[in-house]
Nanobody, 121 residues
Framework: QVQLVESGGGLVQAGGSLRLSCAAS????????MGWYRQAPGKQRDLVAA???????NYADSVKGRFTISRDNAKNMVYLQMNSLKPEDTAVYYC???????????????WGQGTQVSVSS
């Protein structure tokens, strides 16, 4: 009933840029916080960046100054602009959103399927 779909991953050289997009669709009444997480092989899934519906943001220390999260509330979209990419940024990136459903007005956390970002040295 609610779906998150990411796009924009790929292979890039160190120092390059990528922009990830995530579209939320389905029986959505409202969306609170949205965010991006990443998981490298053999490691846990960690928060990269998050943004509230009011536009407040927070970032992992490792990406501050390089990544920028933004959202378009009218389109139910969240974006992650990634600049000055490093090999250690290589991971599967997941979109995450706290969504209140139109069907029963309950809130749940939803995840996208993930998109691979690979940074070569």
């Amino acid at each position: 009933q609610v779906q998150l779909v990411e796009s924009g991953g790929g292979l890039v050289q160190a120092g390059g840029s990528l922009r990830l997009s995530c579209a939320a669709s389905g029986m959505i009444f409202s969306i609170n916080a949205m965010g991006w997480y990443r998981q490298a092989p053999g490691k846990q899934r960690d928060l990269v960046a998050a943004i509230t519906n009011g536009g407040s943001t927070n970032y992992a220390d490792s990406v501050k100054g390089r990544f920028t999260i933004s959202r378009d509330n009218a389109k139910n979209m969240v974006y992650l602009q990634m600049n000055s990419l490093k090999p250690e940024d290589t991971a599967v990136y997941y979109c995450n959103a706290n969504i209140k459903r139109r069907t029963d007005y309950t809130s749940m956390i939803y995840w996208g399927q993930g998109t691979q970002v690979s940074v070569s040295s």
